[in-house]
């Protein structure tokens, strides 16, 4: 506890070095990250689940696959899946940077080039955007074969008009090809437009983009570039298992979409070689069945989910899924999570009851100075806390682990709302324009901090009492709260 303020603290740039107070939950997180086992994490809310879940994301090397979807001619309703190696994407980011030709100023260009673009002008010379039909040095238009009409009265009159709208039909070349002699020949120069500049694409590049046109189309659905921690609390079901998008038109060659562009990936997929993280577990209800289904054949199909879309009949079967499952739930919702899946867990991973609260000792409680350091770094918008008021917070975390877990020398480690202490005492601080957050400020955070149970009781005396003063006389009559408490024998169970 040797420091003036939370600024002298180093907060450990592992994530798991972060977790305050569960030494075991980490180490089983580890173990879970480096021999790929699932884990069920147990307890209250606020205890640091979801950061251990986040931890465990960060100990896995990055992910090495790549998932397509790919046109199948012959049945586009049965996309084919393709699987790329990290070796194999690079190598196609190679050959895709070839095809790209060299980016050039307008300038740079043959000026006869740059006018067939649209962005020199040919009256003035002066260079514009291509998105400016009307060239804004001299308002003449850029467009060639577009020309004045005389100096008359009436083409004075009419001749802007029929100028502007002249310039506005005619459409401007998005690519102009032009042939350059060399020594050994003629060869093809293709210039295209790529915004502010134009794109320059020799014979080389030109056959690359034949050569890649002729393979088969497909959609990436997992990037090789991705997070691997995948947070699916609260999704649906097509969230979690991935659906097949609806197009009005079908799969019409002319209107429609082919079936393979509209596969959207689940939850599931997404997190390949990655965690997939569900809170609130129990609430799946019978999407838990799937997730089972996921971890044990390590593929699931993605369907059109919805009988009455164009995406219905679309199938993509064996798209791979092969994940950490960090689920994770309250104390009272364990008997409603599947006891398949929890067989699944046990059998291979680890169920884990994290702690409520954790010995007071100087090695704890500078764990405990370190978590208001976190949270104010997190933050970002309070400033750091001297150690009288880390000292406050503590007290308080000791206050807290005897009141809500009866636990005598101990500290909470029901940190969430710890955490909300540390920030409202921070804007108090920030409102006051103090450079630090100081012990009033943390007493003043505790006591905004209440719950609204604990202000009732404060208030009234009861929480009884305060429903008594809150509610009119025709609401005490029908509420059911007092039908039970002020009638000792409700008919029916005297």
Known sequence: MDFWTTADIEIPSDPLKRVIGQDEAVELARIAAKQHRHVLLVGPPGTGKSMIAQALAYHLPKPSEEIRVVHNPEYPERPFVEIKSAE??????????????????????????????????????????????????????????????????????????????????????????????????????????????????DEKALAKRREMRRKRPYKIIVPLDRNPFVLATGASETEILGDVRHDPYGSHPQLGSPPYERVIAGAIHEAHHGVLFIDELPHLGHLQRYILTAMQEKVFPIVGRNPQ???????????????????????????????????????????ILVNTYMPDNEENRMKMAQFVAQEIALDGRIPHATKEAVDEIIKEARRRAKELDNARNALTLRLREMGGIVRSAGDLAVLEGSELIEVRHVKEGIRRSRTVEEQIKERYGSYHAGVSKDISHAQKETSPYYYWNENENPPGYE
Do not use: W
């Open 309 to 351: 879309s164009a995406g219905a009949s679309v199938k993509v079967d064996n798209v791979p899924c092969d994940f950490i499952f960090v689920g994770a739930c309250n104390i009272q919702d364990l008997p409603n999570v599947l006891s398949p899946l929890r067989s699944r867990i046990i059998g291979s991973g680890y169920e």
């Open 88 to 201: 194999d994407v690079e190598k196609e980011r190679v050959e895709l940077e070839e095809t790209q030709g060299e980016l050039m100023a307008p300038n740079m260009v043959p000026t006869d080039v740059a006018e067939a673009l649209g962005y020199r002008c040919p009256h003035c010379g002066e260079y514009s955007s291509p998105d400016e039909r009307i060239c804004p040095h001299c308002n003449q238009p850029k467009i060639t074969g577009v020309q004045k009409y005389g100096d008359s009265a009436f083409t004075d009159l009419f001749g802007g008009v029929v100028e502007a709208t002249m310039s506005q039909l005619i459409p401007i070349p998005k690519r102009v090809e032009r042939t350059v002699p060399t020594p050994f020949g003629e060869k093809i120069i293709v210039y295209e437009s790529a915004g502010d500049k134009i794109r320059m694409l």
